[in-house]
C-alpha cells in the first residue's frame, strides 16, 4: 500500500517528473528582494504598479503579495514570486506552488485571465487576508 500511495504522490506531484524543480528557481533572496524594490519604484503609478507586459516581480510575506499589481487585461504577463519571510504559497488553474525564500515560482498571467493570488499555507494570523487583486 506505502508503494501505491507513493505512486499516486509522484504522477499528482508539479514537476515531480521531467526534472522540473519543485520549488522553482533558486535566487540570491536579498537581491530578489532588492530587485523587486526597484521595480516597483520604476513602475509605480499612484497606489498601485503598472508594469509593461513581461516579467514582473513579486513578494510573498506576512500578510500581503507585494507591491499591489494593475495589470492590463489585455496583455500576457510573467508573475515571477519569491517568499520573503516564510512558507506560502498560491493556488493557480488548480496547480499549488509552494514559495520559499530562495526559490522563484513562474506564473504566466494570458489575456482575459482573472486571476486573484491567495495564499493557500496558513502563515499567520492575516492568512486569511493574503490575497491579491491583479486587476
Ligand atoms: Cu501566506 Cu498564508
Redesign the pocket.
Known sequence: MAGLAFLALAAWWPGWRGGEQPLGQAVDPAAFVAETEAFATRHQAGQTVRPPPGAVPLL????EFWPPLALDPGESYRLRLMAQDSV??VAVNGREMLLVPGHVQDIDVAPGDQLELR??????L???R?RLKLY
Do not use: I, K, L, P
Open positions: 510573498a510575506r506576512r500578510f506560502h504559497s495564499c493557500n499555507e496558513y502563515c499567520g492575516g492568512h486569511n493574503m
